[in-house]
């Protein structure tokens, strides 16, 4: 099984700022299938971003994805008010399809 | 639009069983698998299986293995998922998702809670 680790796990910043997440698989993501999401209290966990760094629908392009292997990385260039939320990471290469643990990103 | 809409909230006593229904809208429910995900309280996402509408071919999550099956029903674009013998930490808000060509979930519904309490 492959673990993801996410760091850090809270991120307190203001709005207008970079946020830089970090996801560390424990063994190599087959073809970078990982995929970030994005949650609300209350709420289903909203698709970012697909294969490492494809954004999906409809996501603004302040949002971007990178990494290969077993390091990956969620930028949000400007932090608007309504990023504040939790992220989640998720590598669908291989069973079980695992998810990291999370990073908070709140309004410092 | 796609849209995946969930049963209610169920509340189970310890040892029952439970049956999560998600209604598929918007799409060809054959060509793509639905995910099934929880999350407890306060916490993180998990994974607990996948099925494929167009041949029911499953994958669990060997921690759930013989306690949760899932299910579709294509006359009524539904899947199901099953959990049995449960227990207060199978307390939880159960999403549905269907995936992209068997890759990531996409388009999520809008979650079920259960709480499993004597």
Redesign the interface.
């Known amino acids: 099984e492959i673990v993801l680790t996410q760091s850090p796990g809270t991120l307190s910043l203001s709005p207008g700022e970079r946020a830089t997440l970090s996801c560390r698989a424990s063994q190599s993501v087959t073809s970078s ?1 990982l ?1 970030w ?1 994005q ?1 609300k209290p209350g709420q ?4 970012l971003i ?1 294969g490492a760094s494809s954004r ?1 629908t409809g996501i603004p392009d302040r949002f971007s994805g990178s990494g290969s292997g077993t390091d990956f990385t969620l930028t949000i260039s400007r932090l608007e008010p309504e990023d504040f939320a939790v992220y ?1 990471c ?1 590598q ?1 290469g291989s ?8 990073t908070k990103v709140e309004i410092k | 639009q796609v849209q995946l809409v969930q049963s209610g909230a169920e509340v189970k006593k310890p040892g029952a069983s439970v049956k999560v229904s998600c209604k598929a809208s918007g799409y060809t429910f054959t060509n793509y698998g639905i ?1 099934w ?1 929880r999350q407890a309280p306060g916490q ?4 607990m299986g ?1 099925i494929s509408a167009y041949n029911a071919n499953t ?1 669990y ?2 921690k759930l293995q013989g306690r949760v099956t899932m299910t579709t029903d294509t006359s009524t674009s539904t899947a199901y998922m099953e959990l049995r013998s449960l227990r207060s930490d199978d307390t939880a808000v159960y ?1 549905c ?1 269907r995936d ?1 060509y068997g ?4 388009y ?4 079920t809670l259960v709480t499993v309490s004597s």
């Open positions: 299938y995929a999401y949650q289903a966990p909203r698709l697909y999906a989640y998720q669908y069973s079980p399809r695992t998810f990291g643990q999370g | 995910t995900v993180g996402l998990e994974w996948w994958n999550a060997q999403f998702a992209h890759d990531y979930p996409k999520w519904g809008q979650g």
